[in-house]
């Protein structure tokens, strides 16, 4: 029998209308649909697509569980658990969506089980979606990028030594945890600064200089810095 | 009477099925279209948009052209004409619809158009695309960026003279112009190359290695550049 295929599809930011023709096609037309979580209806992702493709809510759901860890054994652990979760219905012939946040490109769980079933020999498939950070600066009404500008995406994870100093645009992600450190940078780099927190969410807040930014913002924070127009 | 919105709306890179509801509902629920091109049905907007929402074949089409030039004084003529087009239709207290390839916040010609209405006093709103570097890496089936990695898109008129050495994966827009020097850069990084030429289109092709990419690649092309797994 042939196996089925794991698709990575992008759900957007939040908002339900932001969700791409493809990916409520391939909940409509698919029975298996996982989600990154414990409770699947209880996942910030299903809360989005089943706004968009109601008939999600009559589908098999699987609970794909990533606990937030820093201990990278565990890590692997619980890829291979999920990997192995969604085999069981790849093994029967039946497709599975993975539905993600955002894009499944961009800093995506769905990249780590991706790589584990492709190394046991499965077909997976990708299905972009609209990314946080072009959701945030639509929220603010502002271009990202112009003509010659580079666009320059950090992770939180990711060592902000640096100041912030090479042309173009910074998108910072998730920011929250260090937003101390953040703040201290974006007001030395005398960039235009923009914050969105749970952008298109209805807890969403929208601020729109460093000073105005709270020390305590939240995990689903993404900042945008300019450089000032001359 | 109350002025309309002037919406900058990505219709993605080419699959019509990467079209937003919100884009297909915006659409269908206005009546002023405009798409950037001399002739409104041949733009490859258009060409996208009508296949996910074929209502649009029954609106009103205004062009707003923009020529390729390098003549700013030319250009900012072109969009202070574009600008006006639209206004046309704004002070009627009609909303217009402007239809832009990927993401109105990445390197959009909508931008320059945004900044001339506004500076003329009236609202604008941009709804988001799927951008052509997530396309690109859904179809060459790998993730963009993963954990800490960082991100960084350079369009084809940054200065490229440095040597692709930050950490995090690179994507290099529209280089089709000067893939001499480009192939010379990627070979000299010791990248993992794919490059897709046209993403979505009927005339798409995809190259998987920096010695596969042909001298005289298109317009339309995107070079994804991570850096190898140790």
Known sequence: MQTGILYGVGVGPGDPE??????????????????PGKVPVDTVAY??????EPSLAEKTLIPIY?????DLAEQQRCHEAGAATAEEYL?????????????????????YIQHIVEDHGYTTALVSGITSFCAAAARVNRSLTEWNEPLHVIPARQNLDHSLNAPGT????????????????????????????NCGMPEEHVYYSTEEIPDDAGYYSLIIAKEKRS
Do not use: H, W
Request: with cysteine; glycine share 6%.
């Open 47 to 52: 809360k989005i697509a089943v706004q968009a």
């Open 91 to 111: 093994k029967q012939g039946k497709n599975v969506i993975f539905l993600t946040l955002g894009d499944p490109t961009i800093y995506s769980t769905f990249s």
């Open 18 to 35: 932001l969700m791409t023709l493809k990916a409520c096609r391939l909940i409509r037309e698919n029975e298996v649909i996982a989600l």
């Open 170 to 197: 910074y998108v910072l992600m998730k920011s929250g945890s260090k937003m101390n450190q953040v703040k201290k940078l974006l007001a030395e780099s005398g960039r235009e600064v923009a914050m969105v927190e």
């Open 66 to 70: 990533f606990p937030m860890t820093m």
